[in-house]
């Protein structure tokens, strides 16, 4: 079995509790309001301002072995770079205050699952980053698009302010080919462990975002 569907296959249970959450089943069902919708962009933002820093910094501290992963990094870095202000769009767009968002404190649950994923980096295995790689690429694919055709239905907002959900889950589905190739060269059992089990605490952290919203 090739590594990718090892991953795919030991983290299903986690995968499965984050998809039952209520919060994202209504998403997809087209049962929130703006005040939801926009709650949930406040705090995407708050996580994805992080993205590119968590690259450079997973980037920085990777062995020389994994050279090949580091110049990987690079193109998600230039793919991913400034989705934050999509979010600042969106949330202007569904008559929220952007600027507000910016200066404001995340939810607990926010901070902790960006802490975590430097704690990762720096104190433990980076290679475990790609465990929030697969969470959040993984999602999106699974959620993003439809969920977006959905809330626009049921809330009325205009096409512009789903610009992050929409943009990103069609860019997910290249990545996840992507990923899929690379965690497929990943051969060191540690490194390998590493994703797995930050894989699984990320589908728990990620999840816990949602159930503070709801």
């Known amino acids: 079995m090739s590594f990718y569907l090892q991953l795919q296959q ?10 039952s959450i209520p919060y994202l089943q209504q998403g997809a ?14 705090q995407a933002y708050h996580h994805v301002k992080h993205t590119i820093p968590l ?5 920085s501290r990777l062995p ?5 992963l580091r110049t990987a990094i690079g193109k998600y870095i230039d793919e991913e770079m400034g989705h934050q202000e999509w979010i600042i769009n969106d949330i202007n767009e569904s008559g929220g205050d952007g600027e507000a968002v910016r200066k404001e404190k995340p939810l607990p649950a926010t901070e902790i699952m960006v802490a975590y ?24 694919i699974a959620l993003a698009t439809s969920a977006a055709a ?44 590493a994703v797995i089990h930050c894989g699984r605490i990320f589908y728990q952290l990620y999840g816990d975002i949602f159930r503070s919203l709801s």
Not at 10 to 19: A, H, I, Q
Not at 55 to 59: D, H, K, P, Y
Not at 64 to 68: M, S, V
């Open 10 to 19: 030991e983290t299903t249970e986690s995968r499965n509790n984050l998809l």
């Open 29 to 42: 069902a087209g049962a929130l309001s703006v005040e939801s919708y926009l709650a949930f962009l406040g």
């Open 55 to 59: 690259l450079m910094a997973c980037g």
């Open 64 to 68: 020389e072995r994994l050279e090949w």
């Open 117 to 140: 994923a430097y704690d990762t980096i720096l104190r433990c295995n980076p290679a475990g980053f790609f465990g929030m790689v697969l969470v959040l690429e993984g999602t999106s």
């Open 150 to 193: 959905a809330i626009q239905s049921s809330t009325g907002l205009p096409q512009a302010a789903f610009s992050y959900l929409t943009s990103h889950g069609d860019l997910d589905i290249g990545h996840v080919d992507f990923f899929h190739g690379l965690m497929d060269r990943l051969d060191s059992p540690d490194d390998q462990q």
